[in-house]
């Protein structure tokens, strides 16, 4: 086994230079750069306006609600993927044979059970906003 270094050493030269280059743009610009302190630069970036009130406001509840429903909504989703990946290749092989498992007919009571809850939850006026 006849191993050369030198071939190697372009890489090792190369990674050397970005190393160095990395640590040489942190360092140069804290010591070129101004170093000013001034009220603005000490005040929290708000997307370019001026901050406004306490950061630490309540939010409403209904934030949170829609938030826990779309996350419930998207790993039901999650659990839909791999059954209509397996569907496809059972329907792609006979139609009629897919509708007879058992499966299809639990993916349907878990789409109603679904349904039911969004129902559920639109009666109780989750989606409705002040």
Known sequence: MDFALSTYYPIFLFLAFLILFAIAGTIVPHLVGPQRITPV???PYESGMDPIGDARKRYDVKFY???I????FDVELLF???WA????E???EGALTA????IFWEVLVFLATLAVAYLYAWRRGVFKWR
């Open 41 to 43: 630069k000490q005040m």
């Open 65 to 67: 609600l829609i938030a």
């Open 69 to 72: 429903l779309f996350l419930v």
């Open 80 to 82: 839909l993927y791999p």
């Open 85 to 88: 990946v397996s569907a496809y």
């Open 90 to 92: 059972l329907f792609s």
């Open 99 to 102: 509708l007879k498992e058992p």
